[in-house]
């Protein structure tokens, strides 16, 4: 069965375009690359773009924002999705970094805002430049952890953005199933999305479970694999699934290339995928693949099967950049409020 070009997303008949196009990881030139990049997809067919404010302080924000204004396109027709930064994750600071998101992209709402992440950095800075992360001379974030521990706050505030107008959806990114709980049993407006790392090295298989049972999209990042920046980079001499034999043979079969196939792959799972390109050629490949017919069974299986061989490899390594992993947090969770005996 084809998995069709949107899938739905939050309580009110809304869909997000099924296949996205990420500014992650901008390169020299972010603002312009980004631009450049993101007006090259919107004329190519993409109406779903994929960017964070902590993607270059604001930078790409700005790109995507200059792009949607160089197209001839209109505003309602893209769905455009952002994150809260950890730096403001402050209650009281939710809506002013929305606000700051808002004028960067040049728009008044944004389709869906995500909790970028469930960890919460101190925030340092004065005028224009108020909104940064307090950083160690290692280049490390200082963590605030009273307010990690309280995300669940966090999502209060950004579920009265929803009331305001200014996002139409809320949802959250890098949650396992244990940090949904948390936010699930307090909720008034449960997330409409949980955004993470997923590829046939990475299956999550129980989370994506999870999240359906919940009603909550599941979108894919770095759904090709792929090296995030050097800070939070993990497992570097591992090559990525699209260099994988499994994946060049089903590739060949189908007359597709590799990345085609991981995101036809994704896409068959039922989850979004938004994967990040600069040429023209990656760009327009990218996109093709919600025309190309569905993979078989056999495939699929055989490209689940891949992580036998290496294990499980995820490509962000929270544990060298914060001292803990959110996905494996032992019994004593730094992230979480401690229990009050009494």
């Known amino acids: 069965m084809s998995h069709g070009t949107h899938f739905p997303i939050g309580t009110e008949g809304a869909r997000i375009p099924a296949l996205g196009f990420g500014t992650f990881q901008p390169d020299h030139n972010p603002e312009a690359g980004v631009t450049e990049a993101v007006l090259r997809a919107l004329e190519a067919g993409y109406r779903h773009i994929d960017t964070a404010w902590m993607y270059g302080n604001g930078e790409a924000e700005r790109g995507v924002g200059k792009a949607l204004r160089k197209w001839n396109g209109k505003r309602e027709d893209v769905f455009i999705v952002t994150k809260l930064a950890n730096a403001h994750h402050k209650p009281a600071d939710v809506a002013a970094a929305l606000e700051l998101s808002l004028k960067n992209l040049g728009v008044d709402y944004v389709d869906l805002y995500l909790m970028h992440t469930p960890v919460a950095y101190e925030r340092v800075g004065e005028g224009e430049n108020e909104w940064l992360t307090a950083r160690f001379p290692d280049g490390k974030p200082k963590l605030d952890m009273p307010t990690t521990q309280r995300y669940d706050l966090t999502w ?146 055989a490209i689940d099967e891949i992580r036998k061989e290496h294990g499980e490899v995820r490509f962000i390594n929270y544990l060298s950049h914060w001292g803990f992993d959110i996905y494996s947090p032992g019994p004593e969770d730094p992230t979480e409020e401690p229990e009050i005996l009494s």
């Open 156 to 301: 209060t505030a950004m579920e009265q953005l929803v009331k305001a107008g200014k996002a139409k959806h809320i949802g959250v990114s890098n949650f396992s199933v244990r940090k949904l709980q948390k936010v699930l049993r307090t909720c008034k407006i449960k997330p409409a999305a949980n955004q993470v790392e997923v590829h046939p090295f990475l299956l999550e298989t129980d989370l994506i479970q999870f999240c359906n049972e919940n009603g909550i999209h599941v979108t894919a990042f770095s759904p090709l694999g792929g090296k995030p920046v050097a800070a939070v980079a993990a497992n570097a001499d591992v090559p990525g699934p699209l260099q994988h034999e499994v994946v060049k043979s089903i590739a060949e079969k189908h007359s597709m290339s590799p990345g085609q196939v991981l995101l036809k792959w994704g896409l068959q799972r039922g989850t979004s995928v938004i994967p990040k390109a600069y040429t023209p050629s990656h760009i327009a490949d990218n996109f093709a693949v919600l025309e190309l017919p569905d993979l078989t069974k056999e495939d699929c299986i």
